[in-house]
């Protein structure tokens, strides 16, 4: 069986190349994907691929695998740069990483490798067990590092050609085995932020593309101006920082994109802004549909180890009404949510 491996440069996808041969997959190729917008962004910060192609390159010197660098950075502009760029001019919260997976790593790949690969072989913390024919993706143990949010999008298809080798271990146990691998990333600190960005700070690269729009920061509730912003797309639902603004904490509880305004309100003020119905359209099912009202179901409204129990009910229109247990006062126009029963995860839509 002929493996390609995703190897970053940082210790996840390392580990997981090295223990492929433990799992009987002898026969990889290792490829580095090369999406850094470095050429058209270099004035604004360091792309750091070439320490990462580095690092890629010693790790495979020492598994004796061959490495192949592919740039993807036309079709990753197009694909996931653009999704972007759209959903911030539209005042909504994007999330690259899942267009990046979907699209990109697990998608646009397999049409530029020039060989037949069985599978492709990713440092994710997630898992994929196979029932009767049927592909499943679960979460990984490690609650925190678990990345089946940002796997929500990916289709049967591609389930079948996947492998996580580190989906089953915890992040000590990852850094453990680099250690006794005597990697060369063994204490190489993770990757942090969207994907492409690099060391690119992301308001620098928002203020690239969109430019500044100054406008109005209001208090919910008053209508009091009390500051300025430089642009709406430089906020998001929930954030706390970043405002400027004394006798806080404040949070951004909304954003009216026709007038360039930014609606903020104090915690105690904030609960009132929380929403426990949404809508969610363009769902995707890794392999069966939530049915209406199904018990036992959890939601994730962002990456991160916090579920919350919620039902779900579908529409004519095919988008899907969720109801959850509680309150959220982070529910933003754009994110995903992703949908659970137990530890598998069933696939996600859209927070429109």
Request: glycine share 8%; with cysteine; hydrophobic share 40%.
């Amino acid at each position: 069986m002929k493996i390609a491996v995703l190897l970053s440069g940082g210790v996840d996808s390392s580990v997981a190349m090295r223990l492929l041969p433990q799992a009987g997959y002898r026969d990889a190729i290792a490829f580095y994907l090369k999406v850094w917008l470095e050429d058209e962004l270099s004035q604004i910060g360091n792309c750091p691929w070439e320490e990462d192609l580095r690092f890629a390159r010693v790790a495979c010197e020492q598994a004796s695998v061959p490495l192949r660098v592919v740039s993807l950075q036309a079709e990753y502009f197009e694909r996931v740069v653009s999704y972007v760029l759209a959903e911030l001019r539209a005042g909504r919260t994007p999330s690259p990483d899942i267009f990046c997976n979907q699209q990109i790593k697990f998608g646009v790949f397999f049409d530029r490798v020039n060989e037949p690969f069985d599978k492709v072989a990713s440092g994710h913390y997630a898992q994929v067990h196979e029932d009767d024919g049927v592909f499943k993706l679960f979460r990984a143990p490690d609650p925190v590092k678990d990345q089946t949010y940002f796997l929500s999008r990916l289709s049967q298809q591609q389930l079948t050609r996947i492998l996580f080798p580190i989906g089953h271990l915890w992040k000590a146990e990852v850094r453990k085995l680099a250690e006794e691998f005597d990697l060369p990333n063994k204490v190489r600190l993770d990757s942090q932020g969207i994907c492409f960005l690099g060391k690119i700070p992301y308001n620098e690269f928002i203020r690239h593309y969109l430019g500044e729009k100054p406008g109005d920061i209001v208090e919910a509730g008053t209508r009091r101006v009390l500051g300025q912003h430089k642009g709406y797309w430089f906020h998001t639902i929930g954030q706390r920082s970043g405002l400027g603004l004394s006798g806080g904490p404040w949070y951004v509880v909304g954003k009216d994109t026709v007038s360039n305004v930014i609606i903020i309100s104090h915690k105690e003020q904030r609960e009132p802004q929380a929403r426990a119905e949404f809508r969610a359209v363009e769902p995707n099912w890794i392999h069966r549909p939530v049915t209406d009202g199904e018990e036992n179901l959890t939601c994730k409204l962002r990456h991160g180890p916090n579920l919350i129990a919620c039902r779900v009910k579908h529409r004519g229109d095919g988008a899907l009404d969720v109801t959850l247990s509680k309150p959220d006062p982070g529910v933003a126009p754009g994110q995903f949510c992703v949908f659970y029963q137990g530890e598998e995860c069933l696939g996600s839509g859209r927070i429109l």
